[in-house]
Structure formats: C-alpha cells, structure tokens
C-alpha cells in the first residue's frame, strides 16, 4: 500500500523559514509527477507547487519568488522550502503524487502537515 509522509510544519514568525518533506513508500518519485496543496478551513484545497517526473516546476502565483520545490531521487523525496513566510500561508500542506499509465491513473495524497505562521 502506498503512503506519502510529510513532514517538516510547525510554527514559525512571519519572515521565516520551513522545509517540508515528502517521502513515499512502494513506489519511486522519480517516475511520478509531484505537488504541494495547501488547504484552509473552509476553503478548497489549492496548488502551491508542483514539479514533474522531468522535473519542470510551476508555482501558484502566491508563493511565486519565496518557495522552492525540488526533488532528491537519492532519498526519493521531495522537498518544498518556505521562505518569507506570510501568515495567509497558514494552512495544512498535503503531498501528491500522480502517474498515468496508459489507461490507469495512480493518485496518492499524504495525510498532511501543519504550517502556522504567527507571532
């Protein structure tokens, strides 16, 4: 069964930093497009970043210049750097992971992780 573990939210100042990690289990990142979603109560769940399995990137205009995605093959992850974080970035942050294969979609989403950015 194939599960995505995020990891790396907290509580952080407005201006500061966090590095989410995304790492899954049963399948290779490598071959499989990556995002980061964000979600608010309340509210829909939206793109923040994502990156493919040929490692294009595109960014949600809102996090455009602060936040980075990247891949590790070597630990099969992907990571997310926060920078400049503002406090409308508070949200719970989801891990995807999406591959068609012919006919057939594989789908995966991680539980979640918690950013809060307050003073």
């Known amino acids: 069964q194939v599960q995505l573990v995020e990891s790396g939210g907290g509580l952080v100042q407005p201006g500061g930093s966090l590095r989410l990690s995304c790492t899954p289990s049963?399948?290779?990142?490598?071959?499989?497009?990556v995002g980061w979603y964000r979600q608010v109560p309340g509210k829909e769940r939206e793109l923040v970043a994502s990156?493919?399995?040929?490692?294009?990137?595109n960014y949600a205009d809102f996090v455009k210049g602060r936040f980075i995605i990247s891949r590790d093959n070597a630990k099969n992850s992907v990571d997310l750097q926060m920078n400049s974080l503002k406090p409308e970035d508070t949200a719970v942050y989801y891990c995807?992971?999406?591959?068609?294969?012919?006919?057939?979609?594989?789908?995966?989403w991680g539980q979640g992780t918690q950013v809060t950015v307050s003073t």
């Open positions: 049963a399948i290779f990142f490598s071959i499989f497009d």
């Open positions: 990156i493919t399995s040929d490692s294009a990137t």
């Open positions: 995807n992971a999406r591959r068609q294969v012919a006919r057939t979609p594989y789908d995966y």
